[in-house]
């Protein structure tokens, strides 16, 4: 299970970003941070002819000592990044990809809220409630 | 070997190494002049070889690195140039003694020295001598680099020499094993007769002489040579060498693929026009020959017969292999502990090559690997270097977010609490240089484009150790500075607890050195501007308010005081977002000179404690102005709170409005409207007119509050306020007096009432003017009193229900109806009464109220000659109150059936006697609060 979950505007600005052990935050901003490099790389290194059939989902974007970073990419160039601890190898690719899916058809819903307006921090509790779901619980 | 060179790129492995050291008491800028002119020289050109010599230099070389120089030639130091100054020729032995102990050093790899001797004079320097030069002194050494050029030439001769020894060695079975200084003691008793052996010493030899030709700019050879080396350390698993040949024919093909050099414009080479496009043609045609020749390889001896079975199209490795060589030489490199030093830096050779061939991802996953290279223990020092390596490594292939991070990182390291002496001011400087990665503008203008985008928790941080960095370093302004745009700009994400944190410091900071409104000018040239304090969040919305002096239109009715509001960023209310546009204004009225004027302006406190503004003033430009600073406190989390601002213009003329100037926490700041968000004026312009009198006006009955009702408070000074009976006369006496500072020479009064339903007989206000005309021109500080005769004559009869309670009282009575006629016998005789009132029982306190107001039109002094004058205006109010009530009607028969008798109870409510006259001229006095028939 993830330990941050994170939402980056187009602009690269953070809509939203929880972490599970609270008191280091400011790590995995940094973490988080640092990460957009390696997306926008990727991003950049597909043509803008294949950005029609691109697949969202980026894949491991680096992996540090203790965890590893995840990204994904909407269509509209906001990108979800999650980190899960290195430690965790039962996570499989393909359980991260379903978390993404998870995470980008809740985030459709918070834009379809007709009060939120784009480019806000996300304060949408049944979105708080999805990521909730897929961090670690805290023991 | 422990230090790496972080520096190093795949060229390097082309040049020669020269070290240039001085000698004895050398002053250090002295020598890094010549130091300069020596290492212009950094490639030359072979006389009759058509080839190039590169050239690195170095003023500083670990001997211990110089012993991997078999490892990898570049590495060697074959040239020295000591740089001494020698005063008299009685030191020259003692120079030329150290000068050889400088050769020791490194005495084993050396080619050839040569030692640049300034300031001696006489018969030694007369001497001819091929490895020493005497110059003068430091300034007149004209043919340092033809020297340098001779010199570089005879280590080529060495190294020329060298290869072609080393290339035809004859000796076959007798190659010296060549290995690397962890190596050494390996080898002990290692059987020297073994295939195995044998295959290993060819290998490493030819991967020596792959590394020579490299140097003596025979790519191709080069090329040759490392291939086969590959081969052959293959076979024996020799990885450490494996990794260096394979590197080897990776910098071989850098070079040939990229001429221009791949560190970029730290080492850039010098432009050498016909060099790039000869570089292909000439190497070209020259792979072509040894290929085509290959007495050129079995003359060598080594093994003949491999050289041919090497792909000879693939002399050269393509782009992609390249990298995947370097990988398999990192990967090999990686097997050995003590090669950590090699390894890190062909990562940080690779990662430059991947930078030019623009392929971050590949080369973050080599920096990647770099990060984990452990080196065992590194000093500070060391730790600083290696990160900043990396952070700019990191930026070079556009990872700028990655690079502010291991930027910041080295900025810590440079405090660590580990150094005796943390540098905060290079921890600083490291600082400044992440705020792109984050980025962070230090300029607070561009963080005015609504609400503030980014990476707040990590800006934060950045900020306050940008904050404690610069105190630490002794310069509190600039924590001020940096402090202060903190609270500026991430005010949103700190939390309660943060801002009293963070105002409490910056409290702190400003008790020692205040906080400006200069641009501090960093050494590096970066410019601070003053960063605006909370202030600046706290103005909502500004109106503007005057008291106004007159219009020379006198038509235009005007206000004694205009009020314009105009709602400025707004930050925190959505809503107020669309007002930001009626930020125009049009100014309807002037300041007068020498009178104050006001200026009011809404602000709003985010902070959760009460603040204190000081020193709050206007900032105008145009005439003379004396701003009077205000100081405030404002509560916390208060909604829109007005602050007037007070000010006198000294001159006449226009005057612009442009903004207000502060000063909370300590921190003064200047406030300009058109740097404020959504504000499209960038000033409001006021005329001043010349000065005008000032009155000031008292009457003697007491002060009101009701005003008026078409009129707002704003139109009148003052209102007073009198109740009387119908048909009383009060005087009002209104003393003005001359409370400005010009005289008053002309003054004019008209009144107006005030519509109302009622109908009012006779004059309403009377006054006598000519008496207090005479007494003109007042003087300042004189006054003038006028009698105003305030008399109320109304109607308070004719009310129908009054009428009707007398219908109805009639009737019970007598049972006689009164009929129409007689009603309307009734109503004129009301009328006609001077004092007459019909009041009903249930209406006692029926009171009317009269309004007026009185214009008194003043002008004098400079402003009369324009035409100005002043309004100030008196509210009269009264109260009306019947004088007379008949609280009953009753009839009672008459003689005659076509009369009958009114009986009227006319009660007195006032508190003198009165006559009441009827039509038949009867006379009736009542007294006072008497009732009678």
Known sequence: ?139 | MSVPDYMQCAEDHQTVLVVVQPVGIVPEDQFFKIYKRIASVSQVSIRDSQRLLYIRYRHHYLPENNEWGDFQTHRKVVGLIAVTTCGSSKEWPQTSERFHGQKEVYGSTLYDSRLLVFGLQGEIAEQQRTDVAFYLNFDECPDVEKRVEDFVESIFIVLESKRLDRATDKSGDKIPLLCVPFEKKDFVGLDTDSRHYKKRCQGRMRKHVGDLCLQAGMLQDALVHYHMAVELLRGVNDFLWLGAALEGLCSASVIFHYPGGTAGKTAGRKPNISQPADAGKRHRPGAQEVLIDPGALTSNGISADTSTEIGRAKNCLSPEDIIEKYKEAISYYGKYKNAGVIELEACVKAVRVLAIQKRAMEASEFLQNAVYINLGQLSEEEKIQRYSILSELYDLIGFHRKSAFFKRVAAMQCVAPTIPEPGWRACYKLLLETLPGYSLSLDPKDFNKGTHRGWAAVQMRLLHELVYASRRMGNPGLSVRHLSFLLQTMLDFLSDQEKKEVTQSLENYTSKCPGGMEVITLPDGLKLPPAWTTCDRLLLSLCFMSTIAAQPNPDIYHYDKIVFFFFLGLFYLNFFKLMCWCAYLFLDFQWVQGDVCEVQLMVYNPMPYELRVENMGLLTSGVEFESLPAALSLPAESGLYPVTLVGVPRTAGNITVNGYHTSVFGVTSDCLLESLPGVKTGGCLVEVIPSLPRLQLSTSLPRSAHTPQPMSKEELSSTVSVQLFNGETQQLTITLENIGTEDIETLELTSKTVTTKEKVFGEFLSWELEEALSHLPLKPGQSVTLTVNIKVKLDFSGQENLLQDLNDDGISVTGLPISSPLRQVLKPRAETKPVSSESGKAEYNHIKTLEAVLNFKYSGGAGKVEGYYRDLSLGVHVDVEPSVFFTRVSTLPATSTRQCHLLLDIFNSTEHELTVNAKNNQDLVLHASECQR
């Open chain 1, 1 to 139: 299970m993830a330990v941050c979950i994170a939402v980056i505007a187009k602009e690269n600005y953070p809509l939203y970003i929880r972490s599970v052990p609270t008191q280091n935050e400011l790590k995995f901003h940094y973490t988080v941070h640092t990460s957009l490099d390696v997306v926008e790389e990727k991003i950049s290194a597909v043509g803008k002819a294949m950005a029609d059939q691109r697949e969202l989902y980026l894949g491991l974007l680096y992996p540090t000592e203790d965890y590893k970073v995840y990204g994904y990419v909407t269509n509209s160039k906001v990108k979800f990044v999650i980190v899960v601890d290195s430690s965790n190898t039962s996570l499989r690719d393909n359980e991260i990809r379903s978390m993404f899916r998870k995470l980008h058809n809740s985030f459709t819903d918070v834009m379809c809220n007709p009060f939120y307006n784009p480019g806000d921090p996300i304060q949408s509790k049944a979105f708080d409630g999805i990521v909730s779901g897929m961090m670690v619980q805290p023991s």
